[in-house]
T-cell receptor, first 113, second 113 residues
Framework: DVKVTQSSRYLVKRTGEKVFLECVQD?????MFWYRQDPGLGLRLIYFSYDVKMKEKGDIPEGYSVSREKKERFSLILESASTNQTSMYLC????????????FGQGTRLTVV | GDSVTQMEGPVTLSEEAFLTINCTYTATGYPSLFWYVQYPGEGLQLLLKATKADDKGSNKGFEATYRKETTSFHLEKGSVQVSDSAVYFCALCLKAAGNKLTFGGGTRVLVKP
């Protein structure tokens, strides 16, 4: 069974902390993505990566960075967490090609207090 | 830029009723189109897809037809069940845009017995 695994389901962090969200996929996919999901706003793309050590900004990259040192792992970093980053974070991976299905992790609900 | 617009929810209906969720898109080029579903407490999973004009995607009794002339990809199901209660997301993918998925805002559907 194919899998995208996010390291935490729930996380509570303090304002100003550096936060790491980890995502691992076992499908040897080239492309990996980080989205945040907020009520009424749907899914918004933060960053994506199409290869090891490669990254592209999505629609809302401010306040975030990413790291992809290995093909199977894509990390989202909140450099200095703020309350407006309280959200559900979803990781996804997909193979190359516009027709390919994206596989999602179960999400990490992050609360910044 | 590329975008997806879906009807806002929530949509509440009775079991065995007919469901339609409207989705229209704006894209520079010819995208692949997808419907994803998110059941409570879970990540997103692919429901169906269509890769070119007039293609019909279908799965689990749901259908959607890629209409290039109206730039639409409406989701339909003839007889819903309580287990269809979920959030439904329409999405597009353009190879020229780096194979990233662009999502609509999501439509929450609640089916009552």
């Amino acid at each position: 069974d194919v899998k995208v695994t996010q390291s935490s389901r729930y996380l509570v962090k303090r304002t100003g902390e550096k936060v790491f969200l980890e995502c691992v996929q076992d499908m040897d996919h080239e492309n990996m993505f980080w989205y945040r999901q907020d009520p009424g706003l749907g899914l918004r793309l933060i960053y994506f990566s199409y290869d090891v050590k490669m990254k592209e900004k999505g629609d809302i990259p401010e306040g975030y960075s990413v790291s992809r040192e290995k093909k199977e792992r894509f990390s989202l970093i909140l450099e200095s967490a703020s309350t407006n980053q309280t959200s559900m974070y979803l990781c996804a991976s997909r193979a190359q090609g516009g027709y390919a299905e994206a596989f999602f992790g179960q999400g990490t609900r992050l609360t910044v207090v | 830029g590329d975008s997806v617009t879906q009807m806002e929810g929530p949509v509440t209906l009775s079991e065995e009723a007919f469901l339609t969720i409207n989705c229209t898109y704006t894209a520079t080029g010819y995208p692949s189109l997808f419907w994803y579903v998110q059941y409570p407490g879970e990540g997103l999973q692919l429901l169906l897809k269509a890769t070119k004009a007039d293609d019909k995607g279908s799965n689990k009794g749901f259908e959607a037809t890629y209409r290039k002339e109206t730039t639409s990809f409406h989701l339909e199901k003839g007889s819903v069940q309580v287990s269809d209660s979920a959030v439904y997301f329409c999405a597009l993918c353009l190879k020229a845009a780096g194979n990233k998925l662009t999502f609509g805002g999501g439509t929450r559907v609640l089916v009552k017995p």
